[in-house]
């Protein structure tokens, strides 16, 4: 069996006693972090090392940041999302690891919309279809895990009247979502769990939103045909997101056969 979990820690400095803790507890084998929000010699390699840990990383000070920590050594094979070499948001890392090829991604929110902050996210996801696709072509089964910003339908999110003027719901945003499923990927959490409304995998620190569960699911993993043949569990650990000084998101955990 292979646990593989994606987790935006929103600054794994401040959340670190949070996140050993849940490692302890759910030990997994693959986590995909997002928002370290932190440089590379930053991170703090030595508490999740001793947790069991090898840890690579794609930095950037106080914004953005992806990690890779696997139980087995990460041989890495990019930082950074091609397409754009003028694109310096440290925003995708990929590596092999336990017979996986495995992605750490955090897509741009995109917000405001009317700001170019909203074509970047569209041509972030294009060029994330792009390098999907290529990857494909491998024999080794791919793990593409994060923090998507994508609501994808509207039974992921508690209240969707809420999110109509969000870049997170917008068409074009869920329409670019569906051309990496149309790729051959499989929604990991929907493969498995066909039906099921209000699961979700963040909740705004304002207004109640976790006490109320006003949450929305836009972290996902997505599995590669080879990988999707394997799933056996999808889980979304919710208790981390109740915890003092919590992320303002949870994992979300899959498991794989060997």
């Not at 593989?4 to 050993?20: D, E, G, H, Q, Y």
């Not at 990496?180 to 099921?196: C, I, K, M, V």
């Amino acid at each position: 069996m292979v646990k593989i979990a994606t987790w935006n820690v929103n600054s794994v400095n401040a959340r670190l006693a949070n996140m050993v803790e849940w490692l302890a507890e759910a030990a997994p084998d693959i986590v995909l972090l997002q928002e370290i929000k932190c440089v590379d010699g930053a991170f703090p390699r030595l508490a999740v090392e001793q947790a069991g840990y090898h840890v690579e990383t794609h930095g950037q000070k106080s914004y953005n940041g992806v990690a890779i920590l696997s139980r087995q050594p990460v041989e890495v094979t990019r930082r950074g999302l091609p397409g754009d070499e003028s694109d310096e948001q440290a925003r995708y890392i990929e590596g092999i690891t336990c017979g996986l090829k495995v992605a750490s991604i955090y897509l741009p929110n995109g917000n405001p919309l009317g700001t170019p902050k909203f074509p970047y996210k569209l041509a972030w996801l294009e060029r994330l279809r792009a390098h999907a696709a290529r990857l494909l072509e491998g024999d080794v089964p791919v793990v593409l895990g994060g923090d998507y910003n994508v609501i994808p339908e509207d039974r992921d999110c508690r209240n969707p009247d809420e999110w109509l003027g969000d870049a997170l719901f917008q068409p074009e945003s869920r329409r670019a979502f569906r051309a990496l499923l149309h790729l051959g990927y499989y929604d990991a959490f929907r493969t498995l769990h066909p039906e099921q409304a209000g699961a979700y995998t963040f909740w705004d620190y304002q207004g109640g939103a976790f006490q109320t569960d006003d949450g929305i699911r836009i972290d996902h993993l997505l599995l590669s045909p080879a990988a999707a043949d394997r799933l056996e569990a999808c889980e979304i650990h919710k208790a981390p997101r109740g915890r003092p000084k919590a992320s303002d998101h949870t994992p979300i955990v899959v498991t794989l056969s060997d």
